[in-house]
């Protein structure tokens, strides 16, 4: 399978590795240096190819390499969920004699081309691809039992006892006007009831920064002692920051890779929707989790993706969800109780 799409895509490719493993044993998967952590310990895969298309293995002459690569392995399969020409290139190339893709992506390159579902998750439309009906199989992530002491770890130095109840939220986004602006003061509001755990890359650790001064000023202004917050952008790895969620009550998070993680990971979910729409196939998908979003704006949504900026300047589509709907979605949810 070749899926070099970013790091929430290839978390939701994870149910159409379970289904073609199922089907022809354990996979190999070409993806991004990045996304191949979380897919080493998966037990659909057997191996993972890291493909840096925007680094040493960028232009024409790294897809070639990758492609005699491949070609010296003899695959008899490749399924393409990612609909980039470069993806169909590079199966072409590796001379694949199978290549099966999705109708709106690059068929003349494919020698089975199936029909991409417009609506429903897109986990449910990945999964048409093996011919599996909807469901058939859920996200997953393996953390090592190394990652899961590192976090433990983490989270006792920080003061977090075990079983004790935290919030994790994640602040960051790759696209700017997917990022909710009221972090900070929701950590103020339930920084006196559970402590607060910050995840993201190293691009997102000033916002972390914000948020962990946000919960030690109520907790100097309340008098209440050393209020527990720690941000973990850009100190954990992927995994690690995977069993990290594992053991939050809830993650409050944007539209992006986060989401997908907790999914992966069982962790219940407070999700908030700005310039996009769950309904476009990537919100929530457990029983009670939540996705939130400010109704009756004529500009919503403005893009598939989300824009770098909100393109009238106003941002009301994420200014307007005020921190006390969130915080509220965070309590219901049963969040600020010790789990276990």
Request: glycine share 10%; proline share 8%; hydrophobic share 45%.
């Amino acid at each position: 399978m070749i899926q070099t799409a970013f790091l929430g895509d290839v978390v939701l490719t994870t149910p159409l590795l379970a289904a073609l493993a199922a089907r022809h044993g354990p996979v190999d998967v070409v993806t991004t240096p990045a996304a191949a952590p979380l897919l080493e310990t998966h037990p659909a895969v057997r191996r993972v190819v890291p493909y840096d298309k925007r680094g040493r293995d960028r232009g024409w002459a790294g897809l070639r390499a990758l492609a005699r690569r491949l070609r010296a392995e003899r695959y008899e399969r490749a399924y393409l969920p990612h609909r980039s020409l470069r993806t169909a290139a590079l199966a072409l190339l590796a001379r694949v004699p199978a290549r099966i893709g999705f109708h709106d992506g690059w068929p003349f390159f494919y020698t089975e081309v199936r029909r991409r579902p417009s609506g429903g998750h897109e986990i449910d439309r990945l999964l048409t691809l093996a011919q599996q009906p909807a469901a058939a199989y859920a996200p997953t992530l393996h953390p090592t039992p190394e990652d899961e002491r590192a976090a433990g770890a983490l989270l006792a130095a920080a003061g977090i006892a075990e079983g004790a109840p935290f919030v994790a939220v994640a602040p960051g986004s790759i696209w700017g006007s997917k990022r909710w602006p009221h972090y900070g003061e929701l950590a103020r509001r339930l920084a006196t009831r559970a402590a607060v755990v910050v995840v993201g890359g190293p691009e997102d650790a000033p916002l972390g920064d914000e948020i962990v001064r946000a919960v030690r000023a109520v907790a100097a202004v309340a008098a209440v002692g050393a209020v527990g917050a720690v941000n973990t952008c850009g100190t954990l790895t992927l995994r690690q920051s995977a069993a990290l969620i594992a053991r939050a009550g809830v993650l409050v998070t944007n539209d992006s890779a986060p989401l997908h993680v907790a999914t992966a990971m069982g962790t219940p979910i407070v999700a908030v929707f700005g310039p996009t729409l769950p309904e476009f196939g990537f919100g929530p998908i457990k029983a009670g989790d939540v996705a939130l979003g400010v109704a009756g704006l004529d500009c919503r949504p403005c893009s598939r993706h989300g824009p770098l900026r909100c393109p009238l300047g106003h941002h009301r589509c994420m200014r307007d969800l005020g921190p006390e709907v969130v915080a509220a979605a965070t309590e219901e949810i049963g969040a600020l109780h010790r789990r276990g």
